[in-house]
């Protein structure tokens, strides 16, 4: 699976962002997908997470209550909107896939990363 992050950029804090991964190739074998953040100096940590039906997510504690994760099946295409944006959500966003490639296992497949900067 190819994944695609796009909506990165620099704001100011306290506004709003909306992160897109766009997904190609055997989507169809997708599990689940997610949202992780690397900041320089850090170690990537996950931000947040949600099924194949998008029946169940998951959010780290520093994002509940401002992020929020979604997918468009129909579109391929998985979301991450980021409200009230803090200087310590600075960080390169990536998406990611567990991909069940049926005899050879399961794998995660992410994108490229995509730099959100969040001035005070």
């Known amino acids: 699976v190819q994944l695609v992050e796009s909506g990165g950029g620099l704001v100011q804090a306290g506004s709003s962002l909306r992160l897109s991964c766009a997904a190609s190739g055997a989507t169809f074998s997708i599990i689940s997908m997610g949202w992780y953040r690397q900041a320089p100096g850090k170690q990537r940590e996950l931000v947040a997470a949600i099924t194949s039906g998008g029946g169940s997510t998951n959010y780290a504690d520093s994002v509940k209550g401002r992020f929020t994760i979604s997918r468009d099946n129909a579109k391929n295409t998985m979301y991450l909107q980021m409200n009230s944006l803090k200087p310590e959500d600075t960080a390169v966003y990536y998406c990611?896939?567990?991909?069940?490639?049926?005899?050879?296992?399961?794998?995660?497949?992410w994108g490229q990363g995509t730099q959100v900067t969040v001035s005070s």
């Open positions: 990611n896939a567990e991909v069940d490639y049926g005899l050879l296992g399961t794998s995660v497949d």
